[in-house]
C-alpha cells in the first residue's frame, strides 16, 4: 500500500516530529523510522531518501486561537511552517492530507481531546516495531499516519460547510415604545 509520512509541525525555528509507517496490505502498518528534526534536515531526508516510496504526507494542522497571547506566534509560525511543508511535498508530486489534531485523535484514539499517554498506547497497539523510548512528537506523527493507514480521509471544507447543522437567524430586537 506504500509509505505514509506523518509530521507533528513545530514552529520553523523550533523541531518537528516525524514518523514513517509503511501501510501493509490487510494488516497492522510498520514503524520504519521516525525523529524529532529541524526544517531544513526534515526537507533534505525527505527528499533525498524517502520520495521515492512516499504515497502521502499527513501533515497536523496546529489549532487554538490567535488571541491568546501566550500561543498566538507559536501557532501562526506552526501553520506557516505547515503551509511551507504541504507546498514542498505536493511539488514532489506527493498527496498532503491536513488533519486538525482532534480529526485524527478520534479515529486512533476514540476521543478528540486524547493525552499523550493515550496516543502513545494506541500507537503501540495499532503499528508494528514502535520502539519502547519513542519520542512523543513522534509518536503524535505516527498516530495522524495510523488514521490515514486505517483509510481515514478528512471531511473537505466545503462539504464540512455544507453539512454544518444550520443556524437560527436572530432577528434584531424591536423598539418598545
Not at 514552529?11 to 514503524?31: K, N, V
Not at 498566538?72 to 511552517?81: F, P
Request: net charge positive; aromatic share 6%.
Amino acid at each position: 500500500m506504500g509509505l505514509i509520512l506523518g509530521i507533528d509541525p513545530g514552529t520553523w525555528e523550533g523541531r518537528h516530529g516525524w514518523a514513517l509507517l509503511e501501510a501493509l496490505p490487510g494488516g497492522l502498518p510498520r514503524w520504519l523510522s521516525a525523529g524529532h528534526t529541524p526544517t531544513p534536515e526534515l526537507l533534505a531526508g525527505v527528499s533525498a531518501a524517502l520520495a521515492p516510496g512516499l504515497v502521502r504526507v499527513v501533515l497536523e494542522t496546529a489549532a487554538g486561537y490567535v488571541w491568546q497571547h501566550y500561543k498566538g506566534a507559536d501557532l501562526l509560525s506552526m501553520n506557516r511552517t505547515a503551509g511551507y511543508l504541504q507546498g514542498r511535498f505536493e511539488a514532489l508530486g506527493i498527496e498532503v492530507l491536513t488533519p486538525a489534531s482532534q480529526d485524527w485523535r478520534r479515529v486512533v484514539c476514540g476521543k478528540g481531546a486524547a493525552s499523550d499517554a493515550q496516543i502513545a498506547a494506541a500507537v503501540r497497539a495499532g503499528v508494528l516495531g514502535v520502539p519502547a523510548k519513542a519520542q512523543v512528537h513522534s509518536l503524535d506523527a505516527a498516530g495522524a499516519a495510523l488514521a490515514v493507514a486505517r483509510g481515514w480521509r478528512p471531511v473537505p471544507p466545503q462539504l464540512r460547510l455544507a453539512l454544518a447543522p444550520k443556524r437560527r437567524q436572530v432577528r434584531p430586537a424591536r423598539k418598545v415604545g
